[in-house]
């Protein structure tokens, strides 16, 4: 064989590395742009909010040093920061969440709140509010959490329960979870009718979104939750890949779908229902941070899952901020910010794709 064959069939396979060698750098660069942007946006967070502190009282609270009233310590670590804590937490596990389930379903409108886990938690938050049925031996504090996480892990559970018959396509789990959405909102509407007006007012500004709630115990059991399915998704991410060509395609490349759509649905469920137990119903980030994901640093699963988590963690680190800031002097709930400020740029993102 000649030099120049030689030269001709090996300077392509090194252009091939040198343009895959540059696509991963473009992503870790991306990926690192997108933890400074969270960086910013938690300490934006704290430095934030109604009471009026200076930049330098917030700072000096948060370092230790230099003297500081008792009121700004107990602002900082006890309300600021918890809750530009759980803001991350709940951002990170429900994108993670619908990253996975966009996947695993083949349909880019999957998320916690399409499929229903949203509303199941809300109809168990309003039992607990209004009729006062809790699960037992459940302390009071953490009454509406647990009730909230039971109905949406069980409503997860019946749509894989649907789901393991191998005759039924994935849009199927779609309509069933849109089916499960208008089934809870309305028992939450009759729940709604006979509620007294306390408890009425209580109940609606949960199903709105908070993060009044946040707490030392909600931030550890979310992030534990989190922690902890973060390398099984992981662990997946090549078969999540894989999948993208299609099942068939899949399983012949040794991927099992059965097995890896009951993992998916299992993590994606205890990630969205332990955040909306918390959080109450925000349905907007699980649908759009995978997107903004995905047309950050494309769609192979090692860069897309850390991406979905940075992305998800950040647009509600900035709702928060928002929810702050568009009326001086009321905290908005949560969820309302991050849909009217979500919607627009997740429709300038579809066009921008579109266009190209």
């Known amino acids: 064989m000649s030099t120049d064959a030689v030269s001709g069939a090996v300077a392509p396979a090194g252009g091939l590395f040198a343009a895959h060698d540059g696509a991963v750098r473009r992503r870790c660069v991306r990926l690192a742009l997108l ?7 938690v300490l934006a967070d704290v430095l934030t909010g109604p009471s009026g502190l200076s930049v ?23 309300v600021r920061l918890p809750t530009a804590i759980l803001a991350v937490l709940v ?3 429900l994108s993670l969440a619908g990253a996975e389930m966009q996947t695993i379903l083949r349909n880019p409108l999957a998320s916690p709140f399409t499929l229903g886990l949203s509303s199941a938690a809300s109809f ?46 994935p849009g199927v789990l ?56 973060m390398p099984f998704s992981f662990r997946a991410a090549r078969a999540l890949t894989v999948l993208e060509l299609g099942r068939e395609r899949a399983e012949s490349l040794g991927v099992s779908f059965a097995r890896l759509r ?43 899952l850390p991406a979905a988590i940075l992305c998800g963690a950040t647009v509600m680190s900035f709702a928060s901020i928002a929810a702050k800031l568009i009326l001086p002097g009321v905290l908005l709930p949560i969820g309302i910010v991050t849909t009217l400020v979500g919607l627009p740029v997740f429709l300038l993102l579809l066009l921008r794709q579109w266009s190209r």
């Not at 330098?56 to 006890?78: F, H, K, P, R, Y």
Request: hydrophobic share 60%; aromatic share 10%; net charge neutral.
């Open 91 to 93: 951002g990170a596990s």
């Open 35 to 41: 933890t400074l942007l969270l960086v910013a946006g």
């Open 262 to 304: 009951f993992g998916s649905l299992l993590r994606a469920s205890l990630l969205a229902a332990t955040a909306v137990a918390f959080s109450g119903t925000i349905g907007f980030v699980g649908l759009v941070g995978p997107h903004v994901a995905r047309l950050l640093v494309g769609d192979h699963h090692r860069f897309l």
């Open 56 to 78: 330098g009282d917030v700072l000096a609270a948060l370092s230790g040093m230099g003297d500081t009233d008792a009121a700004v310590e107990v602002i900082v670590w006890q």
């Open 174 to 229: 779609i309509l069933f979870g849109i089916v499960m959405v208008f089934g809870f909102n309305a028992l939450v509407a009759v729940i709604q009718f006979v509620a007294p007006a306390d408890a009425l007012q209580q109940l609606v500004f949960w199903t709105m979104g908070s993060l009044g709630r946040a707490d030392m115990w909600s931030n550890l059991l979310l992030g534990g939750v989190l922690l902890a399915v």
């Open 124 to 169: 168990g938050a309003a039992l607990v509010i209004v009729l006062g049925v809790a699960l037992p031996y459940v302390p009071d504090r953490f009454a509406v959490p647990a009730m909230a996480f039971a109905f949406a892990f069980g409503t997860v559970l019946v749509i894989q329960l649907i789901g393991n018959r191998r005759s039924m396509p």
